[in-house]
Nanobody, 115 residues
Framework: VQLQASGGGLVQAGGSLRLSCAAS????????IGWFRQAPGKEREGISC????????YYVDSVKGRFTISSDNAKNTVYLQMNSLKPEDTAVYYC?????????WGQGTLVTVSS
């Protein structure tokens, strides 16, 4: 199983970024893919998740209305569109999947939001 996260970068407050998580090694349509983030000095937190089997979506309150998660089953890729970014969104962002066998993390992509 591999999860390849990309799309991070430096952006000014109010700007946008789109993260991608390219998945391989498992049946993409059977599982939910989640996005987590870890800010400096803080614990990793789950921020959004999409179920590829039934389309259910979850957002943590702090990103509702600003972030949109989507999935392209043909490309085995999950996206996180992040709008109206704030300095407190600065973190390393990880994608994550739990399969029947184990849980897996992508390598992380750094998002830095300047004020």
């Amino acid at each position: 199983v591999q999860l390849q996260a990309s799309g991070g970068g430096l952006v000014q407050a109010g700007g946008s970024l789109r993260l991608s998580c390219a998945a391989s090694g498992f049946t993409f349509g059977d599982y939910a893919i989640g996005w987590f983030r870890q800010a400096p000095g803080k614990e990793r937190e789950g921020i959004s998740c999409i179920s590829n089997s039934d389309g259910k979506i979850y957002y943590v309150d702090s990103v509702k209305g600003r972030f949109t998660i989507s999935s392209d089953n043909a490309k085995n890729t999950v996206y996180l569109q992040m709008n109206s970014l704030k300095p407190e969104d600065t973190a390393v962002y990880y994608c994550h999947v739990v399969t029947r066998a184990n849980q897996y993390w992508g390598q992380g992509t750094l998002v830095t939001v300047s004020s």
